[in-house]
């Protein structure tokens, strides 16, 4: 992976979907004057918190050449759990939280067990866990929604980690500064440590890393595990974030997350990526999904530009490869 760096220190492709999100905001606040309201902003951080975590987590299986379906459902699964277990059991928030990211963490285990030691295709094994969570979660809730406990009740402290409304109603949305903060983390793991460094080598050349004696279904299996790790976390973050979680609502997140990952630099085909480049990634998909509506396009029209602005990221890292 390229160590190159351009403008501010960043790598080329950071600097470029950098470049676009800048000129993302311009155009949407010349075309909706709406658009630039601080309510707009909280909007848009709201969308990005649960998708940055989803996106973080299935940067590492991107990286090795596979891919993690089950992160949508996942997340909502989780969440419904979790909040089954507060609101229906009468167990703490903390303990709520804690078996929200437990599922998501045995989820991941039991991806990286059909995937790194049993061989399975990661596509075809994360697509059946996808149909899993999205029928484990409402299963238990009988269907129906669970609401976690609201930022004004004694339990509701953990919604202030995402959004803290001061005395004078003023939404202060402070979930950003801890995305940052497991941004820094995340880049050190995969860029600094034996983590990271050994799941970009399976990405590249899974046999020529075996043949060095790297322990290659350990590193594969643990690259799953921190995809369902911060699958978990979305959860809680999604449940911090909404009044209510409803069963079936995480359909087609996992795919704004693996958007999010690729337009910020994550190779189709493993072995290059950066978290920065996703952080950045993710931003470009959320600010479609807000921004759009204001200057009147829909959500079909979401979803258009949404895949042309894929295929436009893959093609950019064929021609790349082949250069």
Same mark, same amino acid.
């Given at each position: 992976m390229s160590k190159k760096k351009t403008f501010l220190g960043l790598k080329g492709r950071e600097a470029m979907v950098l470049g676009i999100i800048i000129a993302m905001v311009v155009l949407f606040s010349i075309l909706s004057p709406t658009f630039r309201t601080y309510p707009t902003v909280v909007s848009v951080l709201d969308n990005s918190y649960y998708i940055t975590l989803m996106a973080l987590g299935v940067t590492f299986p991107l990286i090795t050449g596979g891919v993690d379906l089950s992160i949508g459902t996942g997340l909502v699964s989780y969440a419904l759990i979790g909040g089954y277990l507060i609101v229906h059991k009468g167990v703490p928030v903390g303990v709520g939280i804690l078996a929200c990211i437990g599922v998501?963490?045995?989820?991941?285990?039991?991806?990286? #067990?059909? &995937?790194?030691?049993? =061989?399975?295709?990661?596509? $075809?094994?994360?697509? +059946?866990? +996808?149909? &899993?969570?999205?029928?484990?979660?409402? @299963? $238990? +809730?009988?269907?129906?929604?669970?609401?976690?406990? /609201? @930022?004004?009740?004694?339990?509701?402290?953990?919604? %202030?980690?995402? %959004?803290? &409304?001061?005395?004078?109603?003023?939404?202060?949305?402070?979930?950003?500064? $801890?995305?940052?903060?497991?941004?820094?983390?995340?880049?050190? #793991?995969? =860029?600094?440590?034996? !983590?990271?460094?050994?799941?970009?080598? &399976?990405? /590249?050349? %899974?046999?020529?890393?075996?043949?060095?004696?790297?322990?290659? %279904?350990?590193?594969?299996?643990?690259?799953?595990? !921190? /995809?369902?790790?911060?699958?978990?976390? @979305?959860?809680?973050?999604? @449940?911090?974030?909404y009044a209510t979680i409803y069963p079936g609502a995480g359909a087609g997140f996992e795919l704004d997350a693996i958007g999010g990952a690729i337009v910020g630099g994550v190779s189709a085909t493993g072995g290059v990526g950066t978290i920065l480049g996703t952080f950045f990634g993710v931003f470009v998909i959320c600010l479609m999904k807000v921004g759009l509506p204001f200057i009147g396009l829909q959500a079909n029209w979401q979803q258009i530009f949404t895949g042309i602005v894929l295929i436009a990221a893959v093609l950019i890292d064929v021609v790349k490869k082949k250069k």
């Open positions: 998501g963490v045995l989820i991941g285990v039991f991806n990286g #067990v059909l &995937i790194a030691i049993m =061989d399975l295709p990661p596509f $075809l094994a994360t697509l +059946c866990t +996808c149909m &899993i969570t999205r029928g484990l979660g409402p @299963a $238990l +809730c009988g269907g129906f929604g669970v609401s976690w406990p /609201s @930022a004004i009740s004694e339990q509701g402290a953990f919604r %202030k980690v995402f %959004k803290f &409304i001061s005395a004078n109603g003023t939404v202060i949305p402070i979930g950003i500064v $801890l995305m940052v903060v497991l941004v820094i983390v995340m880049s050190f #793991v995969l =860029d600094h440590t034996r !983590i990271g460094r050994y799941i970009i080598a &399976i990405g /590249s050349n %899974k046999e020529a890393t075996k043949l060095a004696g790297v322990n290659v %279904k350990f590193y594969h299996m643990l690259a799953y595990i !921190i /995809s369902g790790l911060f699958a978990g976390l @979305a959860g809680v973050a999604y @449940a911090a974030t």
